[in-house]
């Protein structure tokens, strides 16, 4: 379902977005292109944050219903990065990102070890870190089909602005914004988010074959709308995904408000 066909049309969006009615729908339908991913062995781009509950769920219904035999050979071929890690966490502490993919995916589905990369947030060295991540990207012939979500100041990955497109994977400060937002994870206190992260930049990311940004909730409509419709600038990391031919956008309908041109 289209929410404007008249904006989209006007901002060559056919096609490229897609309105759900709601967060399920969102889930049901990233899932699925998660599925057909795996499905042709290829490099999967990860995400982690709050919009990605329902999509992993989703996955996991998908995969667990398929016959045994099925889902093993598709579960050995699995190969993903995640987008990032705070510095100083680790997979043995539950708010790291790297718990959560365990959470949420390599216990349920039971994945090897390796299969879920992540940033080694424990590293003594996070730029060299960094470097050695972005290097494993390359070495597994990039990233095929990258997840995203939005930060509420328009970052993606932790690629928080003013952050051009040529940003490479490195250890970056996070900004206010993004510690509050992401304090719930940290029992509601911003100053217990790690200061520092290590991020795939806008360079890998855009070097990803397709990109899918999943944005849900009334909360980010605005900051969707920035990124979708207004000039990329360095302001708002997510609009530079406007220029990748392989972008495809799911919201629901709450995101999607700030985007009906009256
Ligand atoms: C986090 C992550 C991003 C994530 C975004 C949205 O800080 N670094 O990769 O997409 O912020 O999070 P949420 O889905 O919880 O709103």
């Known amino acids: 379902m289209i929410a404007s066909s008249a904006a989209i049309a006007t901002l060559s969006w056919q096609g490229r977005l897609r309105v759900e009615r709601d967060v399920e729908a ?7 292109t998660l599925h057909r991913g795996l499905e042709r062995r290829a490099v999967l781009g990860l995400a982690t944050g709050r ?9 996991r219904s998908r995969l667990m219903a398929l016959p045994q035999q099925q889902r093993r050979s598709l579960l050995q071929g699995w190969r993903s990065f995640n ?3 705070y510095v100083g966490l680790g997979p043995s502490q539950p708010c790291s990102f790297a718990a959560f993919m365990q959470q949420q995916l ?13 940033p080694d947030g424990l590293a003594l060295r ?36 003013p952050c051009t497109p040529d940003a490479p994977c490195r250890s970056v400060e996070l900004s206010q914004a993004t510690r509050l937002q992401n304090a719930c994870a940290f029992g509601g206190d911003p100053q217990a988010v790690p200061p520092r992260a290590i991020t795939l930049g806008l360079r890998e990311i ?3 074959r397709e990109l899918m940004l999943v944005v849900t909730g009334a909360a980010k409509a605005q900051i969707l709308r920035r990124s979708l419709l207004e000039p990329p600038c360095s302001e708002v990391p997510a609009s ?5 031919s ?8 709450a995101a999607a408000a700030g985007l009906v041109l009256s």
Do not use: K
Not at 51 to 59: F, I
Not at 106 to 118: A, F, N, R, Y
Not at 139 to 148: D, R, V
């Open 240 to 244: 530079w995904l406007q220029a990748h």
């Open 51 to 59: 919009t990605m509950e329902p999509v992993y769920g989703a996955l």
């Open 106 to 118: 390599g216990i349920p589905l039971q994945l090897e070890p390796g299969c879920l990369q992540v």
């Open 126 to 161: 996070p730029d060299e870190e960094a470097q050695r991540y972005a290097a494993a990207v390359s070495a597994a012939g990039g990233i095929e089909l990258q997840l995203l979500g939005l930060g509420s100041n328009g970052h993606v990955g932790f690629n928080e602005p």
């Open 206 to 208: 855009l070097g990803a």
């Open 246 to 253: 392989g972008l495809q956008v799911v919201v629901d309908q």
């Open 26 to 32: 969102v889930a049901a339908v990233v899932a699925e």
């Open 83 to 85: 987008l990032d890690e």
